[in-house]
C-alpha cells in the first residue's frame, strides 16, 4: 500500500479482556516495528521484526503482550489481559532495511481500557 | 539519566519567528540522528535525517548534530502557523537491526 496501515484507528475494552491490534507495513518493507506512545511518556520501543529473523522482543513491558508476522508482512500485536495502564497509542512502523534511515509510521491504534 | 533528553515545552512563537528545538543524549555509539513531526492524532513523519556530525538544510528547516557536546538541533526559519506540532528526536548506533530512540518531544505552537 501506499503508507502503513493500522487498525483499528481507535479502540475501548474492559480491563481484563484481550485485543489485538493491526499493522500493515509499506509493501516491500522488511522492518517492522511496534511502539507505544503514552501521554508525557515519547515513544517506547516493543519489538522489531526484520525479515524471516528472530524479533527483538526486549521492549515488551510484560509477558502479557506479544506480537507476530505473518509472511514477512502483516504484523498483529497482541495485549492480553488488559490493564488500565496499557491504554496508550501503538504505533507500527516499517522501513525498507535493517533499520537504516528513517521509518514511516501509521497513524497508530489509540487503546483505551476502562 | 535517560539516553535521550528532551525538552518538552510547549514553546509558543509568532508567525515569521525562528524556533530552535534541542535534544541532548548520553550515548556515545548513537551515529544516525532523525527530527520526526507528528501533528494531533497523527503518527510521527520525517522531516530530517543526518549521519554523524554537521549540518543538514533543507528548505526552511536545518538540522545540526554536535557529536562531541552530545547535542543535537533543529532549526525552523520563518516558522508558519502550519509547523504547530510537536517535533520528536530520535537516534540510533551503527549496530544494524537496533530500534530507534525517541526523545518525549517538544510541542511547538506558531500563531499567526
Known amino acids: 500500500g501506499a503508507g502503513v496501515s493500522q487498525s483499528p484507528s481507535n479502540k475501548v475494552t474492559e480491563k481484563g479482556k484481550d485485543v489485538e491490534l493491526r499493522c500493515d507495513p509499506i509493501s516491500g518493507h522488511t522492518a517492522l516495528y511496534w511502539y507505544r506512545q503514552s501521554l508525557g511518556q515519547g515513544l517506547e520501543f516493543l519489538i522489531y521484526?526484520?525479515?524471516?529473523?528472530?524479533?527483538?522482543k526486549s521492549g515488551l513491558p510484560s509477558d502479557r503482550f506479544s506480537a507476530e508476522r505473518t509472511g514477512g508482512s502483516v504484523s498483529t500485536l497482541t495485549i492480553q489481559r488488559t490493564q488500565q495502564e496499557d491504554s496508550a497509542v501503538y504505533l507500527c512502523?516499517?522501513?525498507?532495511?535493517?533499520?537504516?534511515?528513517?521509518?514511516?509510521f501509521g497513524s497508530g491504534t489509540r487503546l483505551t481500557v476502562v | 539519566q535517560k539516553e535521550v533528553e528532551q525538552d518538552p515545552g510547549p514553546l509558543s512563537v509568532p508567525e515569521g519567528a525562528i524556533v530552535s528545538l534541542n535534544c541532548t543524549y548520553s550515548?556515545?555509539?548513537?551515529?544516525?540522528f532523525m527530527w520526526y513531526r507528528q501533528y494531533s492524532r497523527k503518527g510521527p513523519e520525517l522531516l530530517m535525517y543526518?549521519?554523524?556530525?554537521g549540518n543538514k538544510e533543507d528548505g526552511r528547516f536545518t538540522a545540526q548534530v554536535d557529536k562531541s557536546s552530545k547535542y543535537i538541533s533543529l532549526f525552523i526559519r520563518d516558522s508558519q502557523p502550519s509547523d504547530s506540532a510537536t517535533y520528536l528526536c530520535?537516534?540510533?548506533?551503527?549496530?544494524?537491526?537496533?530500534?530507534?530512540?525517541f526523545g518525549k518531544g517538544t510541542t511547538l505552537s506558531v500563531s499567526s
Open positions: 512502523a516499517s522501513s525498507p532495511r535493517q533499520g537504516l534511515g528513517g521509518y514511516t
Open positions: 543526518t549521519y554523524s556530525s
Open positions: 530520535a537516534m540510533r548506533g551503527n549496530q544494524a537491526g537496533t530500534a530507534l530512540i
Open positions: 521484526f526484520q525479515g524471516n529473523s528472530a524479533p527483538d
Open positions: 550515548n556515545s555509539a548513537f551515529q544516525y
